[in-house]
């Protein structure tokens, strides 16, 4: 009795030779490649670049942040790099947390509150000491020399601009 040899087919199933199967490997690596690079141009095109916030529209009213360490994140995710943040031991004035950072060279003042009066109330503490513009969200400040300084890092996370006269 003679057996079939054992890559025999069923009857009328027509036989693909190996070429059509490596074209068709080619075509679907090929595919999987343009895949591929389509999803790494559009990661390159769309990352964040220096100096553009990665926040589209900061809340209106800053939001609240648990420590100044999260505020000055905010910041830097907003596109505004706040750099050797230097900590007040015991802050005064109601605040829970400040200390000090810098801005293209320009010192920031940030500071976190128990509560949104508490931040609320700081332009009229501050009054008369010398004049300073700040930007104020629900539970923190930050206190700058210049209006163009302040309207850049509210810009970046939000907040209320405030100018307090000298």
Partial sequence: MAYPPPYATAP???QRSGWTIAAALLV???VVIAGIIGVGAYVYLNRPRPGTSTTANPPADGGSYASAAALIAALG???VACTGY???ANPTGGAISRG???VAGAEVVVSIYGSEADALAQPGRLAGLGALDMVIGRNWTLNVDTAALAQRLAGAIGGRLVHVPA
């Fill in 12 to 14: 009328n199933t027509p």
């Fill in 28 to 30: 679907t690596l090929a």
């Fill in 77 to 79: 995710a907003g596109g």
């Fill in 86 to 88: 230097d900590a007040v």
């Fill in 100 to 102: 000090s950072c810098s």
